[in-house]
Each structure stands twice: as structure tokens, then as C-alpha cells.
């Protein structure tokens, strides 16, 4: 059976909510004092009030925790991307060096010096090449990574946490990172503050 919820269990609920609120913001306003002096000065107390109610209710850890996830799993995915070109391109140069030395050895004295000065163009234009699919692919991942920012910029701004809007200033973006950073850190030892204040 339903219990009616009268007026004391709401105002029990207010103060364990307050309760949690200044835990939270007590807890950042001491992580911050770790971050470097000019970072310090950008969060008020109100970005810091602000965060501490995004905070409240737990969403916000899972949402980074799952930002998190969904970031490690892309990098890997990147790295493995990359991490194959790179194979690729070895056994290109290996074939490649493997045919030209069988080429040398199945070549006349006087025909050497001609088919070195040809081999040593096409090596030229394979590394030239793979200079080139390298540089597209580092294009790419820096694409891919710069775009999984601005989601994850989104989806904070999106859950209502203070100090998130998608953005690459480098200054503001130093400061997001420094806000997940002290999420990150509440997690760590503010969840079991949470758990004991609810």
C-alpha cells in the first residue's frame, strides 16, 4: 500500500537535499583549491553552487562515466585504425625493397646504375604517399576526436551542468576539462558522500 507523502516526508526530502547540495559544493570548493591559481579564479561560487545541483541526484556521474566509456572505446578504435595503416605501410615497403633487390640480382652490371636510379623514384613515390595516407588518416582521427567534444560538450549542457556549451576555445576548453576532472575526482569519494546523505 502507498504511503501519502504529507508534509514532513517533503520537508525531510528539502533538508536532505540541502543536506547533499552544501556536501557537494563543500566538497568541490575544496577540489578546486588543487587546480592551478588562474583556473581558481574563473569558478564562482555560483558555477560551483550550480555544478553541486546538477549533481545532485546521480545522472550527471553516469552520464560522465558513460561519456567516458564511449570516449576510451573511440580512442581504441582510432588507435587500432591507425595502428593497421601503419601495418599495411610496412608490407608495402617490405615488398617493395624485396622486389627490387631480386630485380638488382637478376640485372646486368651495365644495367644497374638505370635500375637503381628507377627504383629509387618509385620508393620516393611510395613514401611520398604514405606521408600522404598518413597525414589523411592523423586528419581524420583529429576530426573524429574534435567531434566527440563537442557531443560530449552537448550532452553535459544538455544535463543542465554549469560551465558546459560546445566550444573550442582552448582557455574554455582547459576549464571543461578541469570541471570533469572534478566530477570525476566526487566520484571517486563523493559517491559514498551521496550514498550516506540520501
Do not use: W
Not at 555544478?51 to 546521480?58: I, R, S
Not at 620516393?124 to 597525414?135: G, L, P, S, V
Amino acid at each position: 500500500m502507498d504511503r501519502y507523502a504529507g508534509p514532513g516526508d517533503e520537508a525531510a526530502d528539502r533538508t536532505r537535499q540541502q543536506e547533499r547540495h552544501y556536501q557537494l559544493l563543500s566538497a568541490l570548493q575544496s577540489l578546486v583549491k588543487e587546480l592551478p591559481s588562474s583556473f581558481q579564479q574563473r569558478l564562482s561560487y555560483t558555477t560551483l553552487s550550480d555544478l553541486a545541483l546538477a549533481l545532485l541526484d546521480g545522472t550527471v556521474f553516469e552520464i560522465v562515466q558513460g561519456l567516458l566509456e564511449i570516449q576510451h572505446l573511440t580512442e581504441k578504435s582510432l588507435y587500432n585504425q591507425r595502428l593497421r595503416l601503419q601495418n599495411e605501410h610496412r608490407v608495402l615497403r617490405q615488398a617493395l625493397r624485396q622486389k627490387h633487390l631480386e630485380a638488382q640480382q637478376n640485372c646486368r652490371p651495365h644495367n644497374l646504375p638505370v635500375l637503381q636510379a628507377a627504383q629509387q623514384r618509385e620508393l620516393e613515390a611510395m613514401d611520398h604517399r604514405i606521408r600522404e595516407e598518413q597525414q589523411a588518416m592523423d586528419r581524420k582521427i583529429v576530426l573524429e576526436l574534435d567531434r566527440k567534444v563537442a557531443d560530449q560538450q552537448s550532452t553535459l549542457e544538455k544535463a543542465g551542468v554549469a560551465g558546459f556549451y560546445v566550444t573550442t576555445n582552448p582557455q574554455e576548453l582547459t576549464l571543461q576539462m578541469n570541471l570533469l576532472e572534478l566530477i570525476r575526482k566526487l566520484q571517486q569519494r563523493g559517491c559514498q558522500v551521496g550514498k550516506a546523505a540520501l
